[in-house]
């Protein structure tokens, strides 16, 4: 079958693509699926585990249609369906090929009003952002919670200002100026420029941050932060140094009552589900895909890994097959 590669190393990484992989076959409870489109995360080359993986095959989101079960799956999902899947981060992707094997807790029925490659483009950004609120977040517990998202113009970014604001939440959206008539119309109350010196002193009693783009902007987010029981979700790579309880972040040493954390999304085919729910009744807008054939998925890549895009790009590979 046909796939993307990463080749090389984290410090050297290569896109090539491939037709030389056998096609996978389902074992025990696992679903075979037919990738009609798959979402490409650009920062991917900076995960470790597509270099731990044999095939070397990224991606962890996909749209399409199941071909096989294996012998014991015993769930409600019937072949030829229509399904998005999110691949757990520990596999190191594998869903930029014609066919993907997954586990059951990874699959949920497709959105029924919206196209493969939109569908394909939603399952990280989606279960980023509810875990980031819900689970690690504090979730929404008063109407008019302050919530400072930054990297608001990207996939997760975009996700979570809708989730969030769908929630009551007060929402302030930090994204270059040409995204912020964008993050209003998707419910942002509030948006600062990150170009703007000086923006974190702008902020003041956020409940919660979540991040998503790291380095120097999460740095100063400490900043806008209610020192007294303020939250800072983070999933912005390369990770902080603090990450996975390595040691303790510096800036706790200032505001000792911060909670911080690092994570690492997990599947969840409820969530899934209520993304799809959502987007059919019109709840969600799905994020702007920019699709590429199969034949120019280096290309694809090498515009995903792009500053300033504003849209999600995904690899279509039905299209001139
Ligand atoms: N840990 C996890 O489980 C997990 C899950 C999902 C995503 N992630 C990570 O989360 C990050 C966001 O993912 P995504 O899919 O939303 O990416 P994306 O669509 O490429 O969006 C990235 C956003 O960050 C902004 N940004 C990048 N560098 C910036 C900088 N130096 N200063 C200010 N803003 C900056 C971009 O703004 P511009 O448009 O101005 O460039 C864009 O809005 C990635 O690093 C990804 O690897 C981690």
Request: proline residues 6%; contains cysteine.
């Amino acid at each position: 079958m046909r796939a993307v590669q990463i080749l090389g190393d984290i410090s050297s990484p290569k896109i090539v693509t491939t037709n030389s992989i056998p096609e996978p076959r389902p074992q025990g409870s696992e679903i075979l699926i037919r990738v009609h489109a798959a979402g490409i995360t650009g920062d991917e080359v900076l995960w470790p585990e597509p270099y731990n993986c044999p095939t070397r095959i990224p991606g962890h989101d996909v749209s399409g249609v199941i071909v096989a079960f294996g012998s014991e799956y015993d769930g409600p999902l019937t072949v030829g369906q229509e399904v998005v899947a999110f691949i757990s981060a520990g596999k190191g992707g594998q869903g930029q090929a014609d066919y993907v094997i997954c586990h059951a807790n990874e699959v949920a029925a497709k959105s029924t009003s919206i196209s493969h490659e939109e569908a394909a483009a939603l399952p990280i950004p989606f279960l980023t952002a509810w875990e980031a609120i819900f689970d690690h977040g504090k979730g929404i517990t008063e109407p008019g919670m302050r919530i400072l998202v930054t990297g608001a113009s990207g996939a997760v970014g975009r996700l979570a200002v809708q989730v969030a604001s769908l929630h009551g939440a007060y929402v302030i959206a930090l994204a270059s100026a040409r995204h912020h008539g964008t993050l209003k119309k998707l419910g942002a109350q509030e948006v600062i420029d990150y170009n703007t010196p000086g923006w974190e002193s702008r902020v003041k009693d956020v409940a919660l941050v979540f991040d998503t783009v790291g380095g120097d902007i999460l740095t100063k987010s400490w900043e806008t932060i209610n020192e007294n029981d303020g939250t800072i979700v983070t999933v912005g790579d390369p990770s902080p140094p603090w990450a996975f309880e390595r040691c303790q972040a510096a800036e706790a040493a200032k505001w000792p009552n911060v909670k911080y954390i690092y994570f690492i999304v997990s599947p969840n085919t409820e969530r899934l589900s209520k993304a799809a729910e959502m987007i059919d009744a019109g709840a969600i807008t799905p994020l702007e895909v920019k699709s590429f054939p199969f034949r120019e998925a280096e290309k694809a890549w090498s515009y995903a890994r792009q500053r300033g895009r504003g849209h999600k790009v995904v690899i279509d590979f039905v299209t001139e097959t």
